[in-house]
Nanobody, 129 residues
Framework: QVQLEESGGGLVQAGGSLRLSCVGS????????MGWFRRAPGKEREFVSA????????YYTDSVKGRFTISRDNAKNTVILQMNSLKPEDTAVYYC??????????????????????WGQGTQVTVSS
């Protein structure tokens, strides 16, 4: 059974940092694009960041550019989201996701939920002002 498990969420003051991790089990994802999404209270889930299978390219939504960094460790089947300079508007449940297609090098579709076949249960991030 394929599973994705996020960790690292919590409560932090504005300006602080958190490091989210997502570990996959049941299947290796080294050949798959991986991404992060988030759902804020009362809002739809939105794209945050993605990284290609080779880690050669990354993509961020404008609101997190320069503050968040995505990385991956294929040997550990893990994708990381380092979040710095957090703002109250970053408060959300954060989800990791894995592309259903192997070796996708283009990030054009990375922000679209439909390309992702596997999703984690989410981890809560709360940023206080």
């Amino acid at each position: 059974q394929v599973q994705l498990e996020e960790s690292g969420g919590g409560l932090v003051q504005a300006g602080g940092s958190l490091r989210l991790s997502c570990v996959g089990s049941g299947r290796m994802f080294r050949r798959h694009l991986m991404g992060w999404f988030r759902r804020a209270p009362g809002k739809e889930r939105e794209f945050v960041s993605a990284i290609t299978w080779s880690a050669g390219s990354t993509y961020y939504t404008d609101s997190v550019k320069g503050r968040f960094t995505i990385s991956r460790d294929n040997a550990k089947n893990t994708v990381i989201l380092q979040m710095n300079s957090l703002k109250p508007e970053d408060t959300a449940v954060y989800y990791c996701a894995v592309d259903g297609v192997e070796f996708r090098d283009s990030l054009v579709a990375a922000s679209q939920e439909k390309i992702y076949d596997y999703w984690g249960q989410g981890t809560q991030v709360t940023v206080s002002s």
